[in-house]
């Protein structure tokens, strides 16, 4: 009983926790592809096309927590889970592209005054540990049992 209590409480927790995660990539998001588009900076439009990336991945990962918040079945969220793994897989992947892409396309225009952006540049370090603090919050929260 107390360890159903703790689990229904952590995985409330990762629900508020994920949806201002979410906020916070949304307005990342515009904030990055306005000043991108103003600034015609091909590397600052592409990190808010990455932030939307990141929302579809952190809402994938919201939708898996609010069903099991929700109260289905431990057979229930086992599917859900595995459906997003896979759209988290995906956006990842397109992560990749994307970051070779613009890597591809900053050596391009490596004589443009907008190659780079200290913005850019300072967010780097918290976009890299972003999915590794993912993944640390999904590993310490239990797994539904199949009582």
């Not at 689990?7 to 994920?18: C, D, K, P, S």
């Amino acid at each position: 009983m107390v360890a159903s209590t703790v689990r229904t409480q952590n995985v409330r927790a990762g629900v508020q926790i994920e949806a201002v995660s979410i906020l916070w990539m949304v307005v990342e998001a515009v904030v990055a592809i306005g000043a991108g588009v103003l600034a015609r900076s091909v590397l600052l439009t592409s990190f808010g096309f990455d932030s939307v990336i990141e929302v579809v991945s952190a809402g994938a990962l919201l939708y898996r927590l609010s069903y099991e918040e929700r109260g289905h079945s431990a057979e229930r969220v086992a599917h859900v889970e595995h459906r997003v793994t896979w759209i988290t897989g995906i956006g990842l992947s397109l992560l990749c592209v994307y970051v070779v892409a613009t890597s591809v396309l900053s050596l391009l225009a490596r004589g443009s005054r907008n190659s780079g952006t200290p913005f850019a540049i300072a967010s780097t370090p918290v976009k890299a540990l972003q999915p590794e603090a993912n993944a640390f919050r999904i590993r310490r929260t239990p797994r539904t049992s199949t009582e």
